[in-house]
């Protein structure tokens, strides 16, 4: 049973930065890809970030320049670098894994809340 566990939301003024974290539980294989959803009141849920299991990086264009996605294999961790956030990037960060990085993302993390105030 694969099980992720996101970490560092809070609340932060405009300008500021994050880092969320998202560990993988259970067995995963070597070969993985993960991303971040994000999803705000009255608003469609986002993929902000994706991360492939060459390292090769994708963002939203809204995100572009101020997030970066990061990971360590050998923690099967994730991390998503938020800086210069803007209120329009609150709202739940989900994590998300794709086994083989095949047939979208099975795995999906409960969230983590991030608020930015004006």
């Known amino acids: 049973q694969v099980q992720l566990v996101e970490s560092g939301g809070g609340s932060v003024q405009a300008g500021g930065s994050l880092r969320l974290s998202c560990t993988a539980y259970g067995y995963i294989g070597s070969t993985y890809c993960m991303g971040w959803f994000r999803q705000a009141p009255d608003k469609e849920r986002e993929e902000v970030a994706s991360i492939d299991d060459y390292g090769n990086t994708r963002y939203a264009d809204s995100v572009k320049g101020r997030f970066t996605l990061s990971q360590d294999n050998a923690k099967n961790t994730a991390y998503l670098q938020m800086s210069n956030l803007k209120p329009e990037d609150s709202g739940v960060y989900s994590c998300?894994?794709?086994?083989?990085?095949?047939?979208?993302?099975?795995?999906w993390g409960r969230g983590t809340v991030v608020t930015v105030s004006s």
């Open positions: 998300v894994l794709s086994l083989a990085c095949v047939g979208g993302y099975q795995h």
